[in-house]
């Protein structure tokens, strides 16, 4: 496994602002990835962060809303902006470890939009 | 596309009891299957996966989980339930890449909350 870790861990923000959220992994591992788990729901991909290259979105997400850094094997960050109220959600990073073919994942940034 | 569909919201159990939480799949080719769980305030921790194989897979925390291809369903399993067990479970599918199958992120079920009554 690995052990991942999130910052912030939640934040109060109000509309219109821009968050970036931080996540750190204490091995190098390829893929990372970003989900959002709005209350009370199931978890959505947001996108595949991959070091090197751009980040691949998933339907119904765009770079410019939540714009992806991975500057490293160990390191990246998703940042929400411009954000509305129907951001709120926990937001949670997750990696792939080589050939092991579970997802493991950090303890999650709980984001409230005022 | 891939989908997963956990059909109950909730599941009451007894403790001692043997608990079943259900979760049936739809992918274009073979499936990679996971079981994940949240406690409350938590992140998700792994439990089981099933890649190939024997179906009855075993997990963390005496969870097992039976793979059924015929019933496309990968339902979650333990003869003797916790209290401890009581938390937010989610079923998650990926694409068999070596089947022609997609990118590496999971699709997850909506998550079944199990409470277990002492």
């Known amino acids: 496994s690995a052990v991942i870790s999130q910052k912030p861990s939640r934040d109060i923000c109000q509309r219109g602002t821009s968050l970036t959220i931080q996540c750190q992994v204490d091995s190098q591992v390829t893929m990372m990835f970003w989900y959002r788990q709005q209350p009370g729901q199931s978890l959505t991909l947001i996108a595949t962060a991959n070091q090197g290259s751009e980040a691949t979105y998933e339907s119904g997400f765009v770079i410019d809303k939540f714009p992806i850094s991975r500057p490293n094997l160990t390191f990246s960050t998703l940042t929400v902006s411009n954000m509305s109220p129907e951001d709120s959600s926990i937001y949670l990073c997750?990696?792939?470890?080589?050939?092991?073919?579970?997802?493991?994942f950090g303890p999650g940034t709980r984001l409230t939009v005022t | 596309a891939q989908s997963v569909a956990q059909p109950e919201d909730q599941v009451n159990v007894a403790e001692g009891n043997p608990l079943t939480v259900k979760c049936t799949y739809s992918v274009s080719g073979n499936p990679y299957l996971f079981w994940y769980v949240q406690y409350p305030n938590r992140g998700l921790q792994f439990l089981l996966k099933?890649?190939?194989?024997?179906?009855l897979v075993k997990g963390s925390y005496g969870f097992e989980a039976e793979f059924n291809k015929s019933q496309t369903s990968f339902h979650l399993k333990k003869p003797s339930a916790l209290v401890s067990d009581s938390a937010l479970y989610f079923c998650a599918v990926r694409d068999n890449p070596y089947s022609g199958g997609g990118a590496d992120g999971l699709t997850f079920g909506k998550g079944t909350h199990l409470i277990i009554q002492p």
């Open positions: 099933y890649i190939t194989g024997d179906n």
């Open positions: 997750s990696v792939k470890l080589g050939q092991v073919y579970e997802q493991y």
